[in-house]
């Protein structure tokens, strides 16, 4: 990857108080460099410039990492792998479930955990109405559906304890207003991401 890449890595990581150690920062390049190559052929998503999926892909999964605690965590419509494969990368003692039913995604996934070494991943292609491995302590949503569909749909799947992670755009008041009663809000928090205008929130929620 580029000098431009790296420094917005680098900077963008120091903007959002992630602190990343020599080993993580090499896998965090690899994965960019994995993800623009095969997203020329496979049209893994629809930012193609390497510099843009530092901030759009890298910077934006990482902007969760003080959120999550794990040690379970299930990304669910992982698509490429974000962010699990970042998260995974932050904190190789997360245990990292990634969910999507689109075969070639998953196929990238298990590419990348083969080649950047991750061990606390594992790539599963399924829908998640079909998915029956549960008891995650947290389960993440990044573009996955609303928030009543994504709670509803992985429910099952959450820990007694657990907790949900979705990442939203700033129009999520609708959805929250729609929330079931035994649906408890923990938090609602801008995320700013270092270079993306784009305004994002964090919705972190309990089963009452």
């Known amino acids: 990857m580029t000098p431009a890449c790296e420094t917005r890595l680098d900077t963008g990581l120091a903007a959002l108080g992630v602190e990343v150690d020599a080993i993580a920062r090499e896998r965090l390049l690899a994965l960019l460099a ?9 049209n893994l998503t629809a930012v193609r410039d390497p510099e843009q999926m530092v901030t759009r892909h890298l910077l934006d999964s990482a902007s969760i990492a003080a959120a999550v605690r ?5 990304d669910v419509g992982a698509g490429a792998g974000l962010p699990g494969l970042v998260l995974a990368i932050l904190d190789p003692r997360l245990m990292v479930t990634m969910l999507d039913g689109n075969g070639k995604k998953v196929r990238f996934q298990r590419q990348a955990v083969l080649e950047l070494g991750l061990d606390n991943v594992t790539p599963v292609q399924a829908r998640v109405e079909t998915f029956e491995h549960g008891g995650f302590d947290q389960i993440v949503s990044r573009a996955f559906a609303d928030l009543a569909t994504f709670l509803t749909l992985t429910r099952p799947l959450l820990a007694e304890d657990g907790e949900w992670l979705a990442m939203k755009g700033r129009d999520v008041e609708t959805e929250l207003a729609a929330l079931p009663s035994e649906v408890t809000l923990v938090e609602n928090r801008l995320l700013a991401v270092p270079g993306d205008e784009a305004q994002r929130v964090l919705v972190r929620l309990r089963h009452s």
């Open 34 to 42: 994995l993800l623009h190559k095969w997203n020329r052929a496979y």
């Open 70 to 74: 794990g040690p379970t965590l299930l």
